[in-house]
Nanobody, 125 residues
C-alpha cells in the first residue's frame, strides 16, 4: 500500500488549502482513510477520517466546521479541504489507512496500518 500526500504550503490566517492523498496498492473498500497532523514538539493527533465505502466521517473538535474530508473512489484519492486556517493548524499533515476500523475508533492512531510521507502546512502572516 502506498499513500502519497500533497497540497501543503504556506497560507495566511483565514486562508484555505486542499490536501490530497493518492492511494494505491490494494482495493480500499473496507478501509478507513484518515488525516493526522503533527506540530513541532507535539504528538501526532487525529484530524479527520472517512469510510472508503459510504460517507461516514469523523472530525476532531478543533477542526469541525472548518475542515471537510472527502473522497473520489474512481481516482483512489482522499481530500482534506481546510478553510479558515489558524496559526495553530501549522503542522505536517499525514494521510493514513486502516482496515475495518469501527466508528468509535476512527480517531485512534494505533488503528491505522499504513501512512503517507506527510505534507507541510504552515499558517503564518
Amino acid at each position: 500500500v502506498q499513500l502519497q500526500a500533497s497540497g501543503g504550503g504556506l497560507v495566511q490566517p483565514g486562508g484555505s488549502l486542499r490536501l490530497s492523498c493518492a492511494a494505491s496498492g490494494r482495493t480500499f473498500g473496507r478501509y478507513i482513510m484518515g488525516w493526522f497532523r503533527q506540530a513541532p514538539g507535539k504528538e501526532r493527533e487525529f484530524v479527520a477520517a472517512i469510510k472508503w465505502s459510504g460517507s461516514t466521517t469523523s472530525y476532531a473538535d478543533s477542526v469541525k466546521s472548518r475542515f471537510t474530508i472527502s473522497k473520489d473512489n474512481a481516482q483512489n484519492t482522499v481530500y482534506l479541504r481546510m478553510n479558515d486556517l489558524k496559526l495553530e493548524d501549522t503542522a505536517v499533515y499525514y494521510c493514513a489507512a486502516g482496515y475495518g476500523i469501527i466508528l468509535s475508533a476512527m480517531q485512534l492512531i494505533r488503528m491505522y496500518d499504513y501512512w503517507g510521507q506527510g505534507t507541510q502546512v504552515t499558517v503564518s502572516s
